[in-house]
């Protein structure tokens, strides 16, 4: 059973900001790897912080001369600096219960099959945002009912792409992907118009 990196939602208005980037993880500090860089294929450079699960599988799993897929929560404050945060690692042989013989296949046909690819994001949120003469869009993210306790819990993204100022306050579901330092919009859905009248 080959695994999906990014689940199917579980519920229609399930927040969330979710992506898969291919490339190398720097770390700043050898005796500190959970802070660092990730660099693509194309030599971009995006600072990347590894949360605490996956710090133990990046210690005794991976070479860090090698690219992985990592599986990544992103943060941004503008359109020109991300922030990764890598929440697990994408190797369908090494991670999962996938068999197989030959450890050349091709990961990005694998992607393919379950729709998916390099640099992709799934952001769900809520439209609090529009610059239209920028281009930019921003989503509220709201974590989970039972992390309500944790600071910072509520995130705002911001990405470039263009949507009416009409769909303000609706719950969408965007398909994004990374450009460099940047989110854009490729597709969009509205799942929910005008949340502020259910509150």
């Given amino acids: ?4 990196p990014i689940p199917k939602v579980s519920n229609r208005l399930q927040y969330r900001a979710i992506g ?3 490339g190398k993880f720097v770390p700043n500090d050898s005796k500190q790897l959970n802070r660092g860089f990730l660099t693509d294929k194309n030599g971009e ?3 990347t912080v590894v949360l605490g699960k996956t710090l133990s599988l990046l210690k005794k799993h991976i070479d860090l001369n090698k690219s992985y897929f990592w ?3 992103p943060k941004n404050k503008n359109t020109q600096t991300l922030h990764l945060q890598v929440a697990g690692i994408w190797d369908p042989y090494q991670l999962n219960d996938f068999q197989n013989n030959s450890s050349k296949t091709n990961f990005s046909k694998l992607l393919e099959e ?5 640099n992709y994001f ?4 809520k439209l609090v945002f529009v610059n239209t003469p920028k281009k930019e869009i921003v989503i509220k993210i ?3 009912p039972k992390l309500k306790n944790l600071k910072n819990k509520n995130f705002k993204l911001v990405i470039k792409g263009e949507l009416s100022l009409e769909l303000l306050n609706s719950f969408v579901s965007l398909d994004v992907i990374r450009d460099g330092n940047s989110l ?5 859905q509205v799942i929910e118009k005008d949340l502020s009248k259910n509150n």
């Fill in 71 to 73: 599986i990544v929560y």
């Fill in 122 to 125: 799934s952001i769900r949120g």
């Fill in 20 to 22: 898969i980037v291919n």
């Fill in 142 to 144: 709201c974590s989970a």
């Fill in 184 to 188: 854009k919009l490729i597709n969009y």
């Fill in 45 to 47: 450079k995006i600072e």
């Fill in 114 to 118: 379950l729709d998916l690819k390099d």
């Fill in 1 to 4: 059973m080959l695994k999906n």
